[in-house]
């Protein structure tokens, strides 16, 4: 079994910055990925960013690139999402999620990963 727990999560305002983290225990993996997603309510959960677990490939949603950053400290078993220049728009509830199965064609399809974080809301005020 795997346990994922995020933090870091808040209340900032609008062209702050915030990160987040996603601890791993239990059953570790060498592939696949970890994700980033958040949702909102009355909307499906929207991929935000991933990395690959074995190497140094990263993808992110159109609407976050070139203000959010993932990485991923393996000695730690956990990963980042660091977010600057945050918009209103950015307000949900973040999940992390990581699967050993993910490949690059499902890497931004949340139903493809097994094991989730219990979320953590951050809320950026215009």
């Known amino acids: 079994q795997v346990q994922l727990v995020e933090s870091g999560g808040g209340l900032v305002q609008a062209g702050g910055s915030l990160r987040l983290s996603c601890a791993a225990s239990?059953?570790?993996?060498?592939?696949?990925?970890m994700g980033w997603f958040r949702q909102t309510p009355g909307k499906e959960r929207e991929f935000v960013a991933a990395?690959?677990?074995?190497?140094?490939?990263?993808w992110y949603a159109d609407s976050v690139k070139g203000r959010f950053t993932i990485s991923r400290d393996n000695a730690k078993n956990t990963v980042y999402l660091q977010m600057n220049s945050l918009k209103p728009e950015d307000t949900a509830i973040y999940y992390c999620?990581?699967?050993?199965?993910?490949?690059?064609?499902?890497?931004?399809?949340?139903?493809?990963?097994?094991?989730w974080g219990q979320g953590t809301q951050v809320t950026v005020s215009s």
């Open positions: 990395i690959s677990w074995s190497g140094p490939t990263t």
């Open positions: 239990g059953r570790t993996f060498s592939t696949g990925a």
């Open positions: 999620a990581i699967d050993p199965t993910i490949t690059t064609v499902t890497i931004r399809i949340h139903a493809r990963y097994r094991y």
